[in-house]
């Protein structure tokens, strides 16, 4: 790798959060800036290469290697351009790469977040000495990236890893890319509000009415991860509902890839074995009795780190072949 640094950089729908390392992966500064998608891309990347210059401003971009990035998708990342994320709406066909690369002179690799925070839990993480993994996250959509031998599973030039547009009931709601009975439309974090509400508004009681103060608008995944925690009936039967959708997805996935770990991330996955347990069960259930065991159910190791961690690995990768430092120590 010819540089002593990397720069990592998650581009989320909310904010985009930037990270200096050194060459053993130890994240050395940190920066975050609200993406506010509403003002543009113009806006947002020219707050992006700020943030940028500002964490890695205790070196000198001679002694950079290069610029990964991890943005949602949909994106090409051969091209570098961010095509047509529902996360950033008015984002399209933003040739990101191309700018990064004319202001800071360095190298900038780009790839879908999922995938990212894939690599991040491969080499980093809960996917640490597996040869094949699935990654899922879970929050307010749902996303995921797949590794096989080490290496992201693409298919032609993009993510194949859609994960969220898997159909798990053909009778269900229509999710938000028009088609129906997608997972994400039954198991994202939007997901689990909705029905918590629908449950409420068909006249179950449940504790997350006085969680919100009555107001049902202000229902989040979290609210019903909460009241489940508390053992209420209503919001335990939401959150079972969301796994068992979870895990009839995680059942064709194991019996398609044979990963040797499925990891769930996202901030559903805070609800820990609530969520968990469903898909366990599922797998139980369901797998083809070869399957069944051979494929562990955790959570991520790293938390929201995942991508940054996955966009470290990136720009290391980009000239030396294995990592070998936990960059958490």
């Not at 999710?175 to 994202?188: D, F």
């Not at 959150?239 to 996935?253: D, P």
């Amino acid at each position: 790798m010819n540089g002593l640094f990397v720069v990592a950089v998650d581009i989320g729908g909310t904010s985009f959060r930037v990270a200096l390392a050194d060459r053993e992966g130890r994240l050395l500064a940190r920066g975050a800036e609200p993406t506010r998608p509403q003002e543009g891309p113009g806006s947002g990347i020219r707050r992006l290469k700020d943030a940028i210059r500002k964490t890695a401003s205790s070196v000198s971009f001679k002694e950079v290697a290069g610029i990964a990035v991890g943005a949602a998708g949909p994106i090409d990342p051969l091209r570098g351009v961010i095509l047509t994320p529902p996360s950033l709406p008015t984002w399209r066909d933003v040739r990101l790469k191309e700018q990064l690369e004319e202001e800071f002179q360095v190298p900038i690799w780009m790839e879908n977040d999922a995938d990212l925070a894939a690599l991040g839990e491969h080499r980093f993480g809960a996917g640490r000495g597996c040869d094949r993994l699935i990654y899922i996250t879970v929050s307010t959509g749902i996303g995921g990236g797949i590794i096989i031998n080490g290496e992201f599973l693409r298919g032609g030039g993009l993510s194949v890893a859609e994960i969220g547009h898997v159909v798990v009931d053909p009778d269900g709601p229509v999710c938000n890319c028009g088609g129906r009975g997608h997972l994400e439309a039954v198991a994202s974090g939007t997901a689990i509000a909705r029905m918590a509400v629908e449950s409420i508004s068909q006249g179950h009681s449940s504790a997350i009415s006085h969680l919100v103060g009555g107001h049902l608008s202000m229902v989040t995944a979290e609210t019903v991860k909460e009241a489940a925690g508390q053992g209420d009936v209503t919001a335990q039967a939401v959150m079972q509902k969301a796994g068992t959708s979870l895990g009839i997805a995680v059942v064709s996935l194991i019996h398609i890839f044979d990963p040797e770990v499925v990891i769930i991330g996202g901030g559903v996955s805070n609800a820990g074995e609530l969520i968990l347990n469903p898909i366990r069960q599922v797998i139980t259930e369901r797998a083809m009795p070869d399957f069944r065991n051979r494929a562990r159910v955790v959570r991520s190791s790293l938390g929201d780190d995942s991508v940054i961690l996955g966009a470290v690995a990136l720009a290391l990768e980009g000239g030396i072949s294995h990592i070998v430092v936990d960059p958490r120590n």
